[in-house]
């Protein structure tokens, strides 16, 4: 995997992933100028779930900036740019506390563009996100993954990941 250059954080440094032998993505954390791109690929994302999008395309660039760029960020975000166009996405946060009282990080969405699909953009991501973890003493990072999507699956799987059987996920919804 090719981890991202030191001193990531806000400017856009490239990883190389070669597709087809010459193109490069460019991997950073999402900043102010990134939520239309962004709320574009999330209707993608949407769609890939059977989901419908809702709202506007300027209420849904607000609500990425809302939850991206706030100070403090909801969340925060990986971004893999094929030049102008957003090719994928990480979505992640810290959570408190894992083993030894460390930081964990959660990775709560990988996505990657439907015209962008296996050539090594998700791996530049984890790559990345293994870094991020790294670096802020995270002793272990967790995502789910739907038990139909045998490509992930596949895909986490090669990345040396094992399916935890001790886990249940659960979700609460429609208290807002």
Same mark, same amino acid.
């Given at each position: 995997?090719?981890?991202?250059p030191d001193g990531m954080p806000g400017a856009r440094r490239p990883a190389k $992933? @070669?597709?087809?032998?010459?193109? &490069? ?5 999402? &900043?102010?100028? %990134? ?6 690929? $999330? ?18 660039a607000a609500m990425v900036s809302t939850a991206l760029l706030a100070d403090p !960020? ?7 740019? %094929?030049? !102008? ?6 979505? +992640?946060?810290?959570?408190? !506390?894992? %083993? ?5 990080? @959660?990775?709560?969405?990988? @996505? ?17 996100? /293994? ?24 895909? +986490? ?10 886990? &249940? /996920? +659960?979700?609460?919804?429609? /208290?807002?």
């Amino acid at each position: 995997m090719s981890p991202l250059p030191d001193g990531m954080p806000g400017a856009r440094r490239p990883a190389k $992933c @070669y597709q087809g032998g010459a193109d &490069v993505i460019t991997i950073a954390h999402a &900043v102010p100028g %990134d939520e239309a791109a962004i709320a574009l690929l $999330c209707e993608e994302i949407d769609e890939f779930y059977g989901q419908a999008s809702t709202g506007t395309a300027e209420r849904r660039a607000a609500m990425v900036s809302t939850a991206l760029l706030a100070d403090p !960020p909801l969340a925060r975000a990986l971004l893999a740019w %094929d030049g !102008p166009a957003l090719a994928g996405l990480a979505a +992640y946060s810290f959570l408190w !506390p894992a %083993d030894g009282l460390s930081p964990g990080l @959660y990775l709560k969405e990988l @996505y990657i563009a439907r015209a962008g699909r296996r050539a090594g953009t998700g791996r530049l991501l984890m790559g990345a996100l /293994f870094k991020i973890a790294a670096d802020a003493g995270c002793s272990r990072i967790e995502w789910t993954t739907d038990t139909g999507n045998t490509g992930a699956r596949a895909f +986490y799987e090669a990345l040396g990941a094992r399916q935890l059987t001790t886990k &249940v /996920f +659960y979700r609460a919804t429609g /208290f807002s």
